[in-house]
């Protein structure tokens, strides 16, 4: 299927994307930029380029300061009138994982079942068990988040994002200050869940991650993007992208993998 028939995820119009930090402060400007349905996009850039802003405009919890952002068909500037069954389609992972410490993982994995489907905590607790098992997590299901290393945390935040089963999933820098195993584990991963994955139904995902080095996401049918200078520049396909003469470009795909924290 030709990318501009598929059906748009997210769709932004000539977009200026604010800082969370000063939402008066525009980060990257006229974007224009379309998610088809199933479609496997990944957005490099330096630190402190907007990405995370980005994703945040594009799931629909930061208004855009100026065009049009669309999820799922929807404007996101309705979006702070209320909660729409849509904004629950989407699953965000954070780059600090954001767990409660004062919560086991499991709980902290079982807390969108608590509040959106009013479950109990045994009801929710045997909802999340397969999923546990899948993410390899469930040995450190009553673990506080204190006592487990960053590659779990950044497992569990993914797989509380996974607990409601969304159609689109948004992952920022998930690789960052992750050991090898876990860096290798995620791009494999997040392939199985855009392609239809038994624990989601077999449904594929739609899928944005954000990166500050492209060589772990290289793969023929990704699309990826580059912010830069308040610029969000489309690239392509990787073929189209690895023969760059692009300054910025050219360091984050040779960038070397960063060491866990």
């Known amino acids: 299927m030709n990318p501009q028939t598929k059906p748009a995820v997210i769709e932004m119009q000539d977009a200026t994307v604010c800082a969370l930090r000063d939402v008066t402060l525009p980060v990257a400007e006229h974007i224009n930029w379309r998610v088809g349905l199933g479609e496997f996009w990944v957005v490099a850039g330096r630190q402190q380029t907007g990405k995370s802003d980005l994703l945040l405009t594009a799931a629909g919890l930061l208004p855009p300061l100026a065009g049009t952002c669309r999820l799922l068909g929807l404007d996101t ?34 807390l969108p079942l608590r509040y959106q489907r009013n479950l109990t905590a045994p009801e929710a607790e045997h909802e999340i068990r397969d999923l546990l098992e899948l993410l390899e997590l469930t040995p450190f299901a009553e673990a506080a988040p204190a006592n487990v290393s960053r590659d779990w945390l950044r497992r569990a935040a993914l797989a509380r994002a996974l607990v409601l089963q969304p159609e689109v999933l948004l992952c920022d820098h998930p690789l960052g200050g992750l050991s090898p195993r876990h860096r290798q584990w995620w791009p494999d991963f997040l392939d199985q869940l855009g392609r239809g994955h038994k624990a989601l139904g077999g449904r594929p995902v739609t899928v944005v991650v954000t990166t500050e080095e492209l060589s772990p996401w290289q793969h023929p049918d990704r699309r990826y993007a580059l912010l830069r200078d308040k610029q969000f520049l489309p690239l392509g396909s990787w073929a189209e992208l690895a023969g760059t003469d692009d300054p910025v470009l050219k360091e984050l795909l040779a960038a070397p993998p960063a060491n866990p924290l």
């Open 77 to 110: 500037r309705a979006f702070g009138e209320a909660e729409p069954a849509e904004r629950l389609r989407v699953g965000l992972v954070f780059a600090n994982d954001r767990l409660f410490g004062h919560m086991t993982l499991g709980e902290n994995i079982a």
